[in-house]
């Protein structure tokens, strides 16, 4: 099979972005890594290539270091860049604001000037559906309205997508911005997973820590909100499906099928579903009790917001395949395998 062009992939040894690389590489396109590791594990290049036989190629290197960047790039030829290196806890982002603001702003800004001192023209950005807010109306769609962010963490996301919108007009940049809406789930091989450095602060790997006992007990942040039952509402999305999107947004782009040079797609399922729901539906799939406290509402939430897919499904020709028993089992096999490796390197 003929290689396919080259791509880096920033935040390559991270959650979507480890997805990502092994439907690229699957794809048959010569992948490269830059993470500077600090909310990943260098083990995760190991679980790329137990997967696919392929060893993406790899930089430990903080994407503020534009030179280090540059000289990867000198030897590591490629023809598209997508950019996930960033810092993405939507509560963290609320406490350690100037961080959030520096790491994810610097190193988009250096990634845009390297991409044309080095003439590479595609560039795929992992937005957020964040930048949303509280939507004026449900399912949201990509012309809904960009909220005052909520936090920080979604203010980098809404400025990152400024920054891209501006500059792709004035120079040959071609831009894709993905909106995700809860990547969830882990690789069906259970080799690859959500494997934060530090404990995780969003719903799903918290669910499956408290089910396997690594947690004793699990908050719900909020049973006072408009919905159902009162706690918040997400759009979960199944962290493989996220991944093929990128992959159909690359060849977009290498294919000239792009109608503008930048361009926005949201990546959810439309389902919008609770946690108190995420909970109920994770005990009755694996038969494993949650426990978990009912506490006040957790700064930086938005009550409801679920995507409208339509022209993510239309234009962008990718609709999700998994389903929400697949997000819970997949993520449930992979928190086993990472009570096996906590177990065996405690040894
Ligand atoms: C989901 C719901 C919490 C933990 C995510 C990503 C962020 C961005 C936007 C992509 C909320 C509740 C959580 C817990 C809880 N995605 N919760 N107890 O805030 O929607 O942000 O989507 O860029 O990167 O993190 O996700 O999983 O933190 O929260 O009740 O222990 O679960 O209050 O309602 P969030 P989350």
Known sequence: MTKKPGILVTG????????????LIE????VFIIDNLSNSHAEVIDSIEAITGVR??????????????????RIHKVEAIIHFAAFKAVGESVEKPI???RNNLVSLLNLIEICK??????FVFCSSCSVYGAPDYLPNDQFAAVKPAQSP????????????????SVNDLQVISLRYFNPVGAHPSAKIGEYPVGPPLNLFPIVTQTAIGKRSQMKVFGTDYNTPDGSCIRDYIHVV??????VVAIERMLSDKTKAKYELFNLGTGNGLSVLEIIKTFEAVTGVKVNYECVPRRSGDVEKVYADTKYANTELGWKTTHTLENMITSAWAWEQVLQKKSMATSK
């Open 153 to 168: 963490y979604a203010n980098t996301k809404k400025i990152g997508e400024d920054i891209l919108r501006d500059t792709s």
């Open 241 to 246: 499906d996220v991944a093929r999107a990128h």
């Open 12 to 23: 390559g040894t991270g959650y979507i972005g480890s997805h990502t690389v092994v439907e």
């Open 56 to 73: 993406p190629g790899f930089g430990n290197i903080d994407l503020n270091n534009k030179s280090a960047v540059q000289e990867f790039l």
């Open 117 to 122: 001192e080095n003439k590479i023209k595609n």
């Open 27 to 30: 794809q048959g396109y010569d």
């Open 99 to 101: 961080e959030y603001y």
